[in-house]
């Protein structure tokens, strides 16, 4: 009885770390086109936010782990690597993130801030036409 006791509880144990090895990281639903959006709105959010706000610094964090779990996530995709949509939004991530980790504590340049507006709508439009 011992035994069986013992394999059971094995058996949870690999079934529960399995599903919460499989659940969905950072959030992302999985589809592109929609997680695309999410992480512009986001991405927005943090961007625009004043330099002098008291959760300036909580709003970058969930902006960087954002972009983590994006570009975690859609990378070795394949099938995104061709879509203009997915080469825009990962150029404008990785301006935004080489800034967060370059100058963590100074301003977004009104020069890149305009670079990554111009680019989110890039992306935005060229996921409208499914590209």
């Known amino acids: 009885m011992k035994h069986y006791w013992s394999r ?9 770390i399995g599903l919460m ?4 990281g950072g959030g992302l639903s999985g589809d592109y086109r929609q997680d695309t959006l999410d992480v512009i709105g986001i991405l927005r959010n943090a961007i625009e936010m004043p330099q002098d706000a008291p959760n300036k610094g909580e709003v970058q964090a969930e902006a960087r782990k954002k972009i983590n779990d994006f570009a975690a996530r859609y990378q070795r995709n ?8 997915f080469t825009t939004m990962r150029t404008a991530l990785n ?3 080489g800034h967060y980790s370059s100058y963590p504590n100074r301003p977004l340049p ?4 305009q670079r990554l507006e111009l ?13």
Request: charge should be positive.
């Open 119 to 131: 680019e989110f709508k890039q992306v935005e439009m060229a996921v409208a036409r499914g590209n």
């Open 8 to 16: 059971l509880l094995a058996l949870v144990l690999v079934v529960v």
């Open 21 to 24: 090895g499989c659940s969905s």
């Open 110 to 113: 009104a020069k890149l801030k």
């Open 95 to 97: 301006s935004l993130a």
């Open 78 to 85: 394949g099938s995104l690597t061709g879509l203009s949509s």
